[in-house]
Structures are given as C-alpha cells and as structure tokens.
C-alpha cells in the first residue's frame, strides 16, 4: 500500500488541497485510491505516535489504524493531510530549533506503517511572510521574541529541514514546493498527491485561482481556456500567471506585518535567501521539486 502524508508546513495550504482532494473521493476511490476526511486520522495517528513515545508500535497496530481510517475498506493509496502532522504553531521555532521535532514526528508517522510506501509532502513559505503568518496562528501569543525562541532569522532554511526529513526517514519519497507557486501548480499537485494518471479528469484544478480572483476575472479566466485551450501544461500556467497579474485580488495577494523589527529591510533579505535556499533544495537528490 501507498502511504501519503501531506505534513505541512504550517500556514501554507489552510485546508485548501485536502478539500479540493475530497471532491474527488468518489472518483478516486474507483481507482483504489482513498481521501479520509480528516476526522478519521488526526487525532487518532496524534494519540498514537504520542502514547508509544518512541516505542515501536505492536505488529497489528497497522492494521487496526487503517481499519478505523478506511471503515475496513480496501484501498492501494491513502492520502492523508495536516499542516500540523509535524508541531502546532507555537512550537515552529521551540527552543531556537526550526522545526526541531521534525525528526521524531515523521519518524512517528513512518513506523506507525512500516512495510508500505511512505510519501511526504511539504509546502514551504518565504520566511518574510511564514514566520508573522505562524506567529499570527498561535493560540495563545506570547512575545514576539519568545515565540522566535533565539533563533536568528537569516538562519531559517527549508533546506536543512528537507535534509533532516530525509536523514530520518531514508525510505520516504518526498515532494516539495513552495506556496508562493501553488496558483500555478495547483491540479499538478491534486494529481501527484493523489497519485492519478495524468490524463484522468480532476475536479478542483482552479480552486486556488477562484479564492484568490475577481470574479470578472474568473469569468474571462474561463472563457478564455474554453475557447483557447492550452496545449501544454506550461502554456496554461502562462494564462494563469497573466490573469492573475491582471485580475487577482489585492487583499489575497497582499499583507500587512506589525511585528517588532519587521521592516522592508529584513523582509527582503529574507527573500533573498529564501530563493538561495529554493534553489538549493531544488537540487538536492531524492527531492521532487515541483516548480512552475
């Protein structure tokens, strides 16, 4: 069997992929292929991994979570998501570390299904707007500086994270984009999480495009690729990119950060190594990176 964990990061997705994934469950599970609402895994895989506390799980333990997952259905590939499978906001940056219960979570998660094909997803974000965005999510707000934890923010790197992932669980494949792409790449990745033939019909392929455009542009948006339909994947994510510039939605697009020491200065440094650091992790084997 497939195991597919769509981990994160924090702030980058809101739900968005698992409820364009679901509009597909019917069609989906035709092809072996289960999406589980949520309800059916979250909290059960947390508790799990948090009662063995490191232990190795009982040799049935595989068997009953994907009973109590799939309701005794039978499936080839389960797809699962949480943008919090790794930590909850407030623990992004504990104790100076960036994500530094990577290692134990996703080690969690392979063990709990050792003998399937283990997939990681992960969606990563510009540290200019991900590290305000994560601040923003936490429950309860401390200070700014004690969120950071000590860590010096030209330190954050995605890539070392990708690195950890992959150290800690050798057997996993494991797929990355950056969320600043996800309007362009959206069906690409419904397809690859999924893990449908490309020529399959999806639904949901413009979901993002629609939450984040007028709806005048929506309208052209897709008049224009019915009466001009793109012959490459390439060329349809050129008419998105230019649809968006023309008609995308300035508070969708734009935000504002009131943090301490949160200047144009520091957010732009951090974009530049941002870009350093996507480059990186574009080349580092074993990585399927999804760019436009």
Same mark, same amino acid.
């Given at each position: ?9 924090? %702030? ?74 790794? %930590? ?49 999510? %936490? ?154």
């Amino acid at each position: 069997m497939q195991i597919v964990y769509h981990i994160g990061a924090n %702030c980058t997705d809101e739900e968005r992929l698992l409820k364009s994934l679901l509009k597909n469950a019917q069609s989906f599970t035709d092809q072996g292929i289960k999406v589980p609402g949520p309800g059916k895994y979250r909290r059960l895989i947390r508790e799990t991994i948090q009662n063995l506390d490191g232990a190795q799980p009982a040799p049935d333990t595989r068997d009953i979570l994907l009973d109590a997952i799939l309701d005794d259905e039978q499936a080839n590939r389960v797809v699962m998501s949480h943008d919090r499978f790794i %930590c909850f906001p407030h623990r992004v940056f504990e104790e100076g570390q960036f994500y530094g219960l990577a290692e134990q979570k996703v080690t969690g998660l392979s063990d709990l299904f050792p003998q399937d094909d283990l997939e990681l997803f992960i969606g990563i974000r510009n540290p200019a707007t991900f590290v305000p965005a994560v601040f923003r999510d %936490c429950d309860n707000r401390n200070d700014f500086a004690q969120f950071l934890g000590g860590i010096a923010l030209d330190d954050i790197r995605w890539s070392s994270l990708i690195a950890r992932i992959r150290a800690a669980v050798p057997r996993a494949s494991v797929t990355v984009w950056c969320n600043e792409d996800t309007p362009l790449i959206w069906a690409q990745l419904l397809r690859e999480l999924s893990g449908i033939d490309p020529l399959t019909p999806i639904k949901g392929g413009f979901d993002l495009i629609q939450s984040i455009m007028t709806d005048e542009g929506m309208s052209r948006f897709l008049a224009y690729i019915k009466g001009h339909p793109p012959k490459s994947e390439l060329q349809k994510r050129r008419i998105i990119s230019a649809f968006l510039d023309k008609f995308a939605k300035d508070d969708e697009v734009e935000e504002e950060y009131d943090l301490p020491g949160w200047t144009e200065e520091v957010m732009d440094q951090l974009t530049e190594l941002y870009d350093d650091d996507v480059h990186e992790i574009a080349r580092m084997p074993g990585v399927n990176f999804i760019a436009p």
